[in-house]
């Protein structure tokens, strides 16, 4: 505990620095599809509360840095605004309301769009530099009492496939057990020289995770090794974009199965993390990190930019996802209630357009709360999940 409140300053400048330029880019694929249709936009802000900083361009946007560093938004005019105060006569563009539904649709999805774009380009950059090194996976050690030990795993096994998918990295296998609590996995594994079929099936355990946080998380209980260098695949830029775009795929499917298992209770909701959580993630590294006294500056540095990149893609990824749930405050849910104008003619009714929002919001807010403690128990504020 006296670790975490001493080293405030760290996590606020993590959080603010994660979820600052993830949220900018968000808010920022908004403005240019709104740019797009002609929208008049009253103001860009990084930031809220008062400006520190702002000027105005050409089309009368005002373009602000704002005192409180969280964040972003973008301010479209409505109609009504220009005629009630000349402040905003110099607005170029219509009111967003004047726009057809689907132009309406895609200025919403513009800003999950731009989450995944973000998330493929740091992908993409990062195959680019290091390439996709390929590796057989060996299992090294099964906990007794353990999924996996039930099952028939033993040490030495190499792990080929599960559930269809190649596994060519610690990683891989990882990545799918997490995400498939009390769900039967079929491992393909290499015993010797024959190849053999097992059914695992990873149950939910509190335990220490890869940064250090005590968290509900899906194991199976043994531990790999890359016990075998195969190959690793070089790729050009535009290679590596390809690649980036499935990795973002992948990372979007795994929030789904996530999502599902959560709703469906195969998954703790502690599973998820909020802003809280984020910040401490990014404490932790650059803790980890600046503590490797073998390293020089300079590889410090490196190692802490391609480590903050990695998980501000995953960030930007779950920000992308997560404003496309049909929450009415949300954009999934300004995609539904455009897509409702566009089948009948007409908007929403304003009092259920009112109700569903007030409805989202009390919602939102319940899952902020449960979010956020669950995140503030991580950090090991009151004794657990110290680090």
Same mark, same amino acid.
């Given at each position: 505990?006296?670790?975490? !409140?001493?080293? /405030?300053?760290?996590?606020? @400048?993590?959080?603010?620095?994660?979820?600052?330029?993830?949220?900018?880019?968000?808010?920022?694929?908004?403005? !240019?599809?709104?740019?797009?249709?002609?929208?008049?936009?009253?103001?860009?802000? +990084? $930031?809220?509360?008062?400006?520190?900083?702002?000027?105005?361009?050409?089309?009368?946007?005002?373009?602000?840095?704002?005192?409180?560093?969280?964040?972003?938004?973008?301010? *479209?005019?409505?109609?009504?605004?220009?005629?009630?105060?000349?402040?905003?006569?110099?607005?170029?563009?219509?009111?967003?309301?004047?726009?057809? %539904?689907?132009?309406?649709?895609?200025?919403?999805?513009?800003?999950?769009?731009?989450?995944?774009?973000?998330?493929?380009?740091?992908?993409?950059?990062?195959?680019?530099?290091?390439?996709?090194?390929?590796? =057989?996976?060996?299992?090294?050690?099964?906990?007794?009492?353990?999924?996996?030990?039930?099952?028939?795993?033993? %040490?030495?096994?190499? @792990?080929?496939?599960?559930?269809?998918?190649?596994?060519?990295?610690?990683?891989?296998?990882?990545?799918?057990?997490?995400?498939?609590?009390?769900?039967?996995?079929?491992?393909?594994? =290499?015993?010797?020289?024959? !190849?053999?079929?097992? &059914?695992?099936?990873?149950?939910?355990?509190?335990?220490?995770?890869?940064?250090?946080?005590?968290?509900?998380?899906?194991?199976?209980?043994? &531990?790999?090794?890359?016990?075998?260098?195969?190959?690793?695949?070089?790729?050009?830029?535009?290679?590596?974009?390809?690649?980036?775009?499935?990795?973002?795929?992948?990372? @979007?499917?795994?929030?789904?199965?996530?999502?599902?298992?959560?709703?469906?209770?195969?998954?703790?909701?502690?599973?998820? &993390?909020? %802003?809280?959580?984020?910040?401490?993630?990014?404490?932790?590294?650059?803790?980890? @990190?600046?503590?490797?006294?073998?390293?020089?500056?300079?590889?410090?540095?490196?190692?802490?930019?391609?480590?903050?990149? &990695?998980?501000?893609?995953?960030?930007?990824?779950?920000?992308?996802?997560?404003?496309?749930?049909?929450? %009415?405050?949300?954009?999934? $849910?300004? +995609?539904?209630?455009?897509?409702? =104008?566009? *089948?009948?003619?007409?908007?929403?009714?304003?009092? +259920?357009?009112?109700?569903?929002?007030?409805?989202?919001?009390?919602?939102?807010?319940?899952?902020?709360?449960?979010?956020?403690?669950?995140?503030?128990? =991580?950090?090991? !504020?009151?004794?657990?999940?110290? /680090?």
């Amino acid at each position: 505990m006296d670790q975490i !409140l001493s080293q /405030g300053p760290l996590f606020i @400048i993590c959080l603010v620095f994660m979820m600052g330029i993830v949220v900018v880019v968000h808010e920022f694929g908004h403005y !240019l599809a709104a740019r797009l249709y002609g929208v008049a936009i009253e103001s860009f802000a +990084v $930031g809220f509360g008062k400006p520190m900083a702002e000027i105005r361009d050409k089309r009368g946007t005002r373009w602000r840095v704002n005192w409180v560093p969280l964040g972003g938004f973008v301010s *479209f005019l409505p109609a009504s605004a220009r005629d009630a105060n000349d402040q905003y006569a110099s607005v170029i563009g219509k009111s967003f309301d004047d726009l057809k %539904p689907f132009p309406k649709i895609v200025v919403s999805l513009a800003g999950p769009f731009a989450n995944f774009v973000l998330a493929t380009l740091v992908f993409a950059l990062a195959f680019g530099v290091f390439g996709s090194p390929k590796y =057989e996976v060996l299992v090294t050690s099964v906990a007794d009492d353990m999924p996996a030990k039930e099952a028939g795993l033993m %040490p030495g096994d190499i @792990i080929r496939q599960i559930d269809g998918r190649n596994i060519l990295s610690g990683g891989d296998a990882t990545m799918l057990i997490l995400v498939s609590p009390n769900r039967a996995m079929n491992f393909q594994i =290499e015993r010797g020289e024959a !190849l053999m079929e097992l &059914s695992v099936t990873p149950r939910e355990i509190v335990r220490p995770n890869e940064f250090g946080q005590v968290v509900p998380q899906s194991t199976a209980g043994f &531990s790999l090794a890359h016990s075998k260098f195969i190959e690793r695949v070089r790729y050009g830029p535009i290679g590596a974009v390809v690649a980036g775009t499935a990795q973002t795929g992948r990372t @979007i499917d795994q929030t789904v199965k996530m999502l599902s298992r959560i709703v469906t209770g195969n998954m703790s909701v502690h599973a998820m &993390s909020g %802003p809280v959580g984020v910040g401490d993630i990014s404490r932790r590294v650059v803790n980890r @990190i600046m503590e490797q006294q073998e390293l020089t500056a300079w590889q410090k540095t490196e190692q802490l930019f391609w480590m903050l990149l &990695s998980v501000c893609a995953a960030v930007s990824v779950g920000v992308g996802f997560f404003n496309l749930l049909p929450l %009415p405050v949300l954009d999934g $849910g300004r +995609v539904v209630f455009h897509a409702y =104008e566009a *089948f009948t003619g007409s908007k929403l009714p304003s009092q +259920v357009e009112a109700f569903a929002l007030r409805a989202s919001v009390f919602l939102l807010l319940l899952m902020v709360v449960v979010i956020t403690w669950g995140d503030v128990l =991580e950090t090991g !504020l009151f004794g657990r999940g110290g /680090g």
